[in-house]
Nanobody
């Protein structure tokens, strides 16, 4: 089994910073990509940032220049450094990982439980 454990969410004032962490554990051969999604009340879940095992990154336009995603492949951990936070960043943030559990088969997606990020004005 695979489990994603998140940490780092909380309440912060506008302009502040938070750093989210997500560690994957379990029966893992390798991880193709990891990322962060978020979902605000009444809205659909959206991609915030993603990173491949090779270090290629992808960001939602509204967070470019403010958020930085990184990963430690040895620890199967992904991080999201969030600076200059805005009230519109308020959402539940979910860790995602595409994980190879077997050889010669495509990776399967796994999700964390979500962590609340609240930015006050």
């Amino acid at each position: 089994q695979v489990q994603l454990v998140e940490s780092g969410g909380g309440l912060v004032q506008a302009g502040g910073s938070l750093r989210l962490s997500c560690a994957a554990s379990g029966d893992i051969v390798s991880i193709a990509a990891m990322g962060w999604y978020r979902q605000a009340p009444g809205k659909q879940r959206e991609l915030v940032a993603a990173i491949t095992s090779g270090g290629d990154t992808n960001y939602k336009d509204s967070v470019k220049g403010r958020f930085t995603i990184s990963r430690d492949n040895a620890k199967n951990t992904v991080y999201l450094q969030m600076n200059s936070l805005k009230p519109e960043d308020t959402a539940v943030y979910y860790c995602n990982a595409d994980i190879f559990r077997y050889y010669y088969t495509p990776p399967d997606p796994y999700w964390g439980q979500g962590t609340q990020v609240t930015v006050s004005s």
